[in-house]
């Protein structure tokens, strides 16, 4: 859809982007907005969509829960805040392609929609973005749209549940209210959850909050980003978030409107949370490392923060006349690679005839 004058576009695009980070609570006053609508339909949907394949990739890698949803000739999704679209049609086309990969398909999919959205227009915007997608990836498509608020809604069987962008809109102050949480660990209790917020200081460090409350009261475990099941050990530090950076391809108008309004970084920000019902599977012997900052050149070296699979973050170095073939990909590898160091250092500085070896993206 293209309504909009690419000028009058970036403007709102600027305007929308203003509110998420200093006037949150007018984010909900706004949902009638047609400014705010325009900006989500012919921009944010296009930008947003491909986050959800990101976090889908690294959640099937990691978990039978997420892995097999490729595999289901009947696929039920829950999409909590769906906005104008941006989830599910990221799902949908996450769907199509994991379903190329595992095997080339020998029969039609359905995919079957819950999707909850407060804004009626929003939601009028959400039924087109969606069944457009459904058809262009050749999914026979079931869809239930719910017009009302999160606590109103009960959520019904299902395969996954997705929310992005919105739980951070129920927060009060830096920490989820208690509802809240309640409200999330039934969902993470009852299926596959995946939440994705804003790559912001202040809903990313809520969101690790969630993440603990999420673990402490049982029945759940965490399968991505995180290695492990302890606390979030960058919440002891003020100045700490963990959020992605990943490369993305962005379409003609996207990239238009990103020139207007300036946009500097064009990767795809974001934070995110995928978790499942249950006890965590048994890891294997050894620690991981997830590389949680880009390089950090310094003086005669680099360093960068990874979360380790034993719960301890830690800046790890590499000193320039150190590196060695062996080592090179400590500082090669993206933002968010899973990373292992044989032999693994007491002092965090890897040594020359170390090797680092890129396990999963």
């Not at 929308?16 to 012919?42: F, G, N």
Request: charged share 25%; proline share 4%.
């Amino acid at each position: 859809m293209r309504s909009t004058s690419d000028e009058a576009l970036a403007r709102a695009v600027a305007q929308l982007s203003d509110l998420y980070t200093t006037s949150r609570a007018a984010l909900v006053r706004d949902q009638s907005s047609p400014t705010h609508l325009a900006a989500k339909c012919e921009y944010f949907l296009a930008s947003d969509a491909p986050k959800v394949g990101y976090a889908l990739d690294a959640a099937a890698a990691r978990s039978a829960h997420f892995h097999r949803l490729a595999q289901l000739p009947v696929v039920r999704i829950t999409d909590f805040g769906a906005g104008v679209g941006a989830t599910s049609v990221g799902f949908l086309a996450w769907l199509g392609s994991a379903r190329e990969k595992s095997a080339p398909p020998t029969q039609r999919v359905r995919v079957e929609i819950h999707a909850v959205e407060l804004g009626c227009a929003a939601a009028r915007a959400y039924e087109r973005s969606v069944r457009t997608a459904a058809a262009h990836c050749g999914f026979d498509l079931a869809l239930h749209l719910d017009t009302r608020d999160f606590f109103a809604v009960e959520c019904k069987e299902t395969d996954l549940i997705l929310c992005q962008t919105a739980v951070n809109e129920l927060l009060l102050e830096e920490v989820h209210a208690e509802r809240t949480i309640a409200l999330v660990r039934s969902w993470a209790q009852r299926a596959p959850l995946v939440i994705i917020e804003p790559a912001l200081k202040f809903t990313t460090r809520a969101l690790m909050q969630l993440r603990n409350a999420l673990l402490a009261s049982g029945g759940v475990h965490a399968v991505a980003p995180c290695l492990h099941q302890g606390s979030c050990p960058m919440l002891a530090r003020t100045g700490d978030w963990c959020h992605e950076a990943r490369d993305t391809e962005r379409t003609p108008r996207v990239i238009e409107i990103d020139r207007l309004v300036a946009r500097r970084d064009h990767r795809a920000l974001y934070a995110y949370l995928a978790t499942a019902p249950g006890v965590a599977p048994t890891q294997p012997s050894g620690v991981t490392m997830r590389v949680s900052t880009d390089t950090l050149g310094s003086r005669g070296k680099s360093e960068r923060l990874v979360c380790r699979s034993d719960g301890e973050m830690r800046v790890m170095r590499l000193l320039d006349r150190e590196t060695r073939e062996n080592n090179a990909a400590f500082l090669s590898a993206a933002r968010g690679v899973v990373m292992e160091v044989n032999p693994l250092p007491a002092n965090d500085r890897i040594a020359p005839d170390a090797s680092v070896t890129v396990i999963s993206v």
